[in-house]
């Protein structure tokens, strides 16, 4: 008689493996960081936890995954990509708002739990360039053994890469309104792209309210002067 065992994981490549754990694990390294066990994170995700070994080397590389995991901007991308283009401008970019404030705090969760537990000092995976816009090496000095030099000018293109994508993302969002702006529509999504990011960030400190995001995009693109009657511009 055929003994029952725990449930065997459904066919996935490796890659596909690799990304439903780290999925997995995502929300509980934000809730414990360091001190997650791969017990935990295979019982949620179902599987036994040598499958975790199968796809990573050991817990440190799971933990980068998820670093990874946080820091890329795919999620928010698509967001900003489906935000309906006949609405009004500041309600296109209150949307846009909230969706680089959603993936700031998903980031941050997962960072600073790791941070508060101990785990510093690891330098931060890079943003995946996506397959379709790299670039051959015309210097032929990209493939393995490069060296460290071209290892961090990968790092700090494939950041730069994600930046420039989510800034191409938000300049899309003002197209519509491009004969109405006052400077060209990658200058105005960049200016954007910094009110967003400072949002979260609360510069003024914990004892003054942080305005909304209806505030930001009020005061962004009317300014922060009323009109002579009192109402604002």
């Not at 680089?100 to 785990?119: D, Q």
Request: aromatic share 4%.
């Amino acid at each position: 008689m055929e003994t029952k065992g725990r449930r065997r994981a459904p066919g996935m490549t490796p890659e596909q493996r690799r990304e439903m754990i780290v999925r997995t694990a995502l929300p509980l390294v934000a809730e414990h960081g360091t001190a997650v066990t791969t017990g935990q994170i295979a019982r949620a995700a179902g599987i036994g936890e040598a499958t975790i070994f199968r796809v990573f080397a050991d817990k440190d590389e799971l933990l980068d995954a998820c670093v990874a995991a946080a820091v890329r901007t795919d999620h928010v991308l698509a967001e900003l990509a489906s935000i309906p283009m006949d609405q009004p401008l500041p309600a296109r970019l209150i949307e846009a708002g909230a969706a680089i404030e959603a993936y700031l705090t998903r980031m941050g969760m997962v960072i600073g739990a790791l941070h508060a537990t101990g785990r510093r000092g690891r330098r931060l995976p890079p943003e995946p360039v996506p397959k379709a816009s790299a670039q051959p090496d015309p210097a032929g000095t990209g493939g393995a053994g490069a060296g460290e030099t071209d290892e961090h000018a990968g790092r700090w293109q494939s950041r730069e890469t994600a930046m420039n994508r989510t800034r191409d993302a938000l300049a899309e969002l003002f197209e519509p309104e491009r004969d109405r702006l006052r400077l060209p529509v990658d200058q105005m999504a960049s200016l954007f792209m910094g009110f967003a990011f400072s949002r979260g960030r609360s510069p003024a400190g914990p004892d003054v309210p942080n305005p909304s995001m209806e505030d930001y995009v009020d005061v962004f693109l009317n300014g922060a002067l009323k009109d002579e009657e009192g109402a604002t511009k």
